[in-house]
């Protein structure tokens, strides 16, 4: 990655026609992790998430429960608005697509793109699917909601999505990681490929509810148009300080249903009003519960995010997700498996490393450890040095967005310390001086491993720093290969007593 020192990452902005579920708490989750790894490196990171709130779905949906949408809308986005703050996750603009800037901005970027000739009034006839917001040219079923599609015949103004197609498959060739995983990116090149593109249709008369088109009040500009502007308007005015210095390093998390919005229209659609493209579009995959997505439009599938941190703790469910799932493939949830996951990996692995430490420390050195050697033993720099791969490995994974990997490096390296533990069974050690040395080597590898945690468990994370006297949020300082059994950097440690980290569920 190219990275500059600003990021600006980006979850969907989820409809506000019903309730949060698990499947939107995932994305969320992916996203919350990239942003504590950029912050731990050093940049300045904004992350925002909001509610799309316009088009005929919510039109419909609150119209079936007998209420005003302005009402029906509020509430729907506190449900959003909470839920993250509910699950630990921090963010720094939650957007909702019917403030005042947001619809301002959404008419500049259609005066831009009428500027530019890429508008025109023409006359859509197609099947619709109201779930979607989308026209399909195929089939007379929604591929995703299985519900019969709907013919509709308006007029429409049109967006000149065909004139793109080439730059669209030249821009995605030549930049790789422009949309990851690669099976994704395979997918929009060969869809770019396959077929020529037809225009779309920006514009709807077959509702009201929506952001006029300028100079003309009986069509509202298309949802999608509306909904992946709140990029740009979360950060402020088009031609703001935040727009400039921040979008150039967008990267937008995803699930897979809405990649052809974000790799194909938005791209093209930004060209058009004369803006950069994100840096990248990072592509999961769903959760399903017996095989079928969790969705609202099923609701036996429906499964409260926030119940189940009440028995798992927002850092548990989040790290459950980061690494059960390989990024871009979907999983299907069951309960028991989070659990003993969390068990193995939280419980009996991370937090029983640290009482273990933290206990033998405090029997034998209350007082902390000074250490007056220079040099370790060789035994001793043989952990560190495994730790540093570990780290180094870790950051490739995490680059690469291998986030079940880079998961498991951090629980494989808690293992080769509890491994350690068991081979040297320090509580046996006479010496004090050899102890002394391998508990602050210990100590060293630990500050190391809450460095790779840091993004998946940040609240534990925090915790275990207080039990080793360190400060908090961590930072990687320097590329992990430093540390190299140099005990000349800092010698002296302390370690506090602490409650147990994540207790066994
Ligand atoms: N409003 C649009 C997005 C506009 S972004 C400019 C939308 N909203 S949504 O609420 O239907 O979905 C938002 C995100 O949640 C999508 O990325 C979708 O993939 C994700 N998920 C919804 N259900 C999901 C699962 N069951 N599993 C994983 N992610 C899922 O689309």
Same mark, same amino acid.
């Given at each position: 990655?190219?990275l500059?020192?600003? !990021?600006?990452?980006?979850?969907?902005?989820?409809?506000?026609? @019903?309730?949060?579920?698990?499947?939107?708490?995932?994305?969320t989750?992916?996203?919350?992790?990239?942003?504590?790894?950029?912050?731990?490196? *050093?940049?300045?990171?904004?992350?925002?998430?909001?509610?799309?709130?316009?088009?005929?779905?919510?039109?419909?949906?609150?119209?079936?429960?007998?209420?005003?949408?302005?009402?029906?809308? !509020?509430?729907?986005?506190?449900?959003?608005?909470?839920?993250?703050?509910?699950?630990?996750?921090?963010?720094?603009?939650f957007?909702?697509?019917?403030s005042?800037?947001?619809?301002?901005?959404?008419?500049?970027?259609?005066?831009?793109?009428?500027?530019?000739?890429?508008?025109?009034?023409?006359?859509?006839? *197609?099947?619709? $699917?109201?779930? $979607?917001?989308?026209?399909?040219?195929?089939?007379?079923? $929604?591929?995703?909601?299985?519900?019969?599609?709907?013919?509709?015949?308006?007029?429409?103004?049109?967006?000149?999505?065909?004139?793109?197609?080439?730059?669209?498959?030249?821009? /995605?060739?030549?930049?790789?990681?422009?949309?990851?995983?690669?099976?994704?990116?395979?997918?929009?090149?060969?869809?770019?490929?396959?077929?020529?593109?037809?225009?779309?249709?920006?514009?709807?008369?077959?509702?009201?509810? @929506?952001? !006029?088109?300028?100079?003309?009040?009986?069509?509202v500009?298309?949802?999608?148009?509306d909904?992946?502007?709140?990029?740009?308007?979360?950060?402020?005015p088009?031609d703001?300080?935040? /727009?400039?210095?921040?979008?150039?390093?967008?990267?937008?998390?995803?699930?897979?249903?809405?990649?052809?919005?974000?790799?194909?229209?938005?791209?093209?659609?930004?060209?058009?009003?004369?803006?950069?493209?994100?840096? !990248?579009?990072?592509?999961?995959?769903?959760? +399903?519960?017996?095989?079928?997505?969790?969705?609202?439009?099923?609701?036996?599938? /429906?499964?409260?995010?926030?119940?189940?941190?009440?028995?798992? @703790? $927002?850092?548990?469910?989040?790290?459950?997700?980061?690494k059960?799932?390989?990024?871009?493939?979907?999983?299907?949830?069951?309960?028991?498996?989070?659990?003993?996951?969390?068990?193995?990996?939280?419980?009996?692995?991370? *937090?029983?490393?640290?009482?273990?430490?933290?206990?033998?420390?405090?029997?034998?050195?209350p007082?902390?450890?000074?250490?007056? +050697?220079?040099?370790?033993?060789?035994?001793?720099?043989? /952990?560190?040095?495994?730790?540093?791969?570990?780290?180094?490995?870790?950051?490739?994974?995490?680059?690469?967005?291998?986030?079940?990997?880079?998961?498991?490096?951090?629980?494989?390296?808690a293992?080769?310390?509890?491994?350690?533990?068991?081979?040297?069974?320090?509580?046996?050690?006479?010496?004090?001086?050899?102890?002394?040395?391998?508990?602050?080597?210990?100590?060293?590898?630990?500050?190391?491993? +809450?460095?790779?945690?840091?993004?998946?468990?940040?609240?534990?994370?925090?915790?275990?720093?207080?039990?080793?006297?360190?400060?908090?949020?961590?930072?990687?300082?320097?590329?992990?290969?430093?540390?190299?059994?140099?005990?000349?950097?800092?010698?002296?440690?302390?370690?506090? @007593?602490?409650?147990?980290?994540?207790?066994?569920?």
């Amino acid at each position: 990655m190219n990275l500059t020192s600003r !990021q600006y990452l980006t979850t969907p902005i989820y409809y506000a026609s @019903g309730s949060p579920h698990l499947g939107h708490a995932y994305t969320t989750f992916v996203a919350d992790c990239y942003k504590r790894y950029y912050q731990a490196c *050093g940049y300045e990171v904004l992350l925002t998430s909001g509610t799309d709130e316009h088009g005929q779905k919510i039109e419909r949906t609150s119209a079936k429960n007998n209420e005003s949408t302005e009402s029906f809308i !509020q509430k729907r986005s506190d449900e959003f608005s909470r839920l993250w703050i509910d699950l630990g996750i921090e963010l720094d603009a939650f957007q909702r697509t019917s403030s005042p800037e947001h619809k301002s901005l959404v008419v500049e970027f259609w005066k831009r793109l009428q500027q530019k000739g890429d508008i025109y009034k023409g006359h859509y006839e *197609g099947l619709y $699917c109201v779930e $979607c917001e989308q026209y399909f040219t195929e089939g007379d079923q $929604c591929p995703v909601h299985r519900k019969p599609l709907e013919h509709y015949s308006e007029e429409s103004y049109f967006f000149r999505l065909s004139a793109y197609q080439q730059k669209l498959i030249d821009h /995605i060739e030549k930049h790789p990681d422009f949309i990851v995983p690669s099976t994704r990116r395979n997918e929009v090149l060969s869809f770019l490929k396959s077929s020529g593109l037809h225009d779309l249709s920006i514009s709807r008369t077959s509702t009201r509810w @929506g952001i !006029q088109v300028p100079d003309d009040s009986r069509h509202v500009i298309y949802v999608w148009i509306d909904a992946l502007a709140a990029y740009l308007s979360a950060l402020g005015p088009l031609d703001g300080k935040e /727009i400039e210095e921040y979008w150039p390093n967008t990267t937008h998390f995803i699930g897979k249903d809405i990649l052809i919005f974000h790799a194909v229209y938005w791209p093209a659609l930004l060209w058009s009003a004369g803006l950069d493209l994100p840096r !990248q579009l990072v592509v999961n995959g769903w959760l +399903t519960v017996e095989g079928r997505k969790i969705s609202k439009s099923d609701p036996e599938t /429906i499964i409260d995010p926030v119940s189940l941190t009440e028995i798992t @703790g $927002c850092d548990g469910l989040k790290y459950y997700f980061l690494k059960a799932v390989k990024l871009g493939q979907d999983l299907d949830f069951r309960k028991d498996h989070l659990i003993e996951l969390l068990n193995a990996d939280l419980a009996n692995n991370f *937090g029983n490393l640290f009482s273990r430490f933290i206990k033998l420390f405090i029997k034998h050195f209350p007082d902390g450890i000074d250490l007056d +050697t220079q040099i370790l033993s060789t035994a001793n720099q043989h /952990i560190l040095t495994a730790v540093s791969a570990k780290r180094a490995a870790f950051i490739r994974a995490l680059e690469k967005y291998e986030l079940s990997i880079a998961a498991r490096i951090f629980i494989d390296t808690a293992a080769l310390l509890n491994a350690s533990f068991q081979q040297r069974e320090p509580w046996k050690i006479a010496n004090r001086e050899e102890l002394a040395e391998y508990l602050w080597t210990v100590h060293q590898c630990l500050e190391t491993l +809450t460095l790779l945690g840091y993004c998946f468990i940040p609240g534990i994370i925090e915790n275990a720093r207080g039990g080793l006297n360190l400060g908090n949020p961590p930072v990687f300082k320097e590329p992990l290969g430093d540390v190299n059994g140099s005990a000349a950097k800092k010698s002296g440690v302390k370690v506090r @007593g602490i409650e147990s980290l994540f207790p066994r569920l």
